[in-house]
């Protein structure tokens, strides 16, 4: 099965910036999307940055000119440069990928896995 770590989390200050990092590892064929979700205590999971089939990139609208989500296929790994933070911006950050892997029997199947979740804290 494909997996996903996160890493990058922490407490920052208003204004402040964080990199958050997801590495997958498993056996992997592709990595089709890629994106970063968000949850804040009390609310439900939202879309942050995604990148698509294809590379397009899309963001929510809370966080345009503020973060950025790229990806290093070679490392299958996708990051999350957080600036200009804010206290709106606290939440567990999930990453989540989805595309095709391979199975034991050497089959190409489809997959969806999740991170476990960083913690971002943001004061004021």
């Known amino acids: 099965q494909v997996q996903l770590v996160e890493s990058g989390g922490g407490l920052v200050e208003a204004g402040g910036s964080l990199r958050l990092s997801c590495a997958a590892s498993?056996?992997?064929?592709?990595?089709?999307?890629v994106a970063w979700y968000r949850q804040a205590p009390g609310g439900q999971r939202e879309s942050t940055a995604t990148v698509s089939e294809g590379g397009r990139i899309d963001y929510a609208e809370h966080v345009k000119g503020r973060f950025t989500i790229s990806r290093d296929s070679a490392k299958n790994t996708v990051y999350l440069q957080m600036n200009k933070l804010s206290p709106e911006d606290t939440a567990v950050y999930f990453c989540?990928?989805?595309?095709?892997?391979?199975?034991?029997?050497?089959?190409?199947?489809?997959?969806?896995?999740w991170g476990q979740g960083t913690q971002v804290t943001v004061s004021s």
């Open positions: 498993g056996p992997i064929v592709e990595l089709s999307t």
């Open positions: 989540y990928a989805g595309g095709m892997q391979r199975g034991n029997d050497n089959s190409y199947r489809p997959f969806n896995s």
